[in-house]
């Protein structure tokens, strides 16, 4: 596996424990349609909550959330909608980033609540 896949899975599993923590149910991990992936679905406070997990080494270039563009926020809505129909669930959707950031031997976790609701 190349080494940025090893560091977006490290990502991913830190976020998981994160969203854990803060009592989250986590309902799916890579769930899948099509080509469209979500990295999280988890349960919070009467939400589906559909969370993308951006990591990165450096943030020279800017912060991880940063490179959540507009088709990205897109792909997620329609992954949303198609799981919320298939899995028959009447919450509401919420969309969530969390950025890790492995920076100068430490770790950094932001969680953006609530980061975009329309494209």
Same mark, same amino acid.
């Given at each position: ?24 149910? !986590?309902?799916?991990? =890579?769930?899948? #349609?099509?080509?469209l992936e979500a990295d999280i679905i988890a349960?919070? *406070?009467?939400?589906? &909550? ?26 997620? !809505?329609?992954?949303? =909608?198609?799981? #919320? ?10 969309? *969530?980033?969390?950025? &890790? ?19």
């Amino acid at each position: 596996m190349a080494k940025h896949n090893e560091l977006g899975k490290e990502g991913e599993v830190i976020a998981r424990r994160y969203l854990e923590q803060q009592d989250y149910e !986590i309902l799916e991990t =890579n769930w899948r #349609i099509g080509h469209l992936e979500a990295d999280i679905i988890a349960y919070h *406070d009467h939400h589906i &909550v559909f969370v993308e997990v951006k990591t990165r080494s450096d943030d020279t270039y800017g912060s991880p959330e940063e490179f959540v563009d507009k088709k990205k926020r897109r792909s997620y !809505i329609r992954l949303a =909608n198609a799981y #919320i129909l298939m899995h028959d669930r009447e919450e509401e959707a919420r969309f *969530d980033i969390i950025s &890790v950031l492995f920076k100068d031997g430490e770790t950094k976790v932001d969680h953006l609540v609530d980061a975009y609701s329309t494209v």
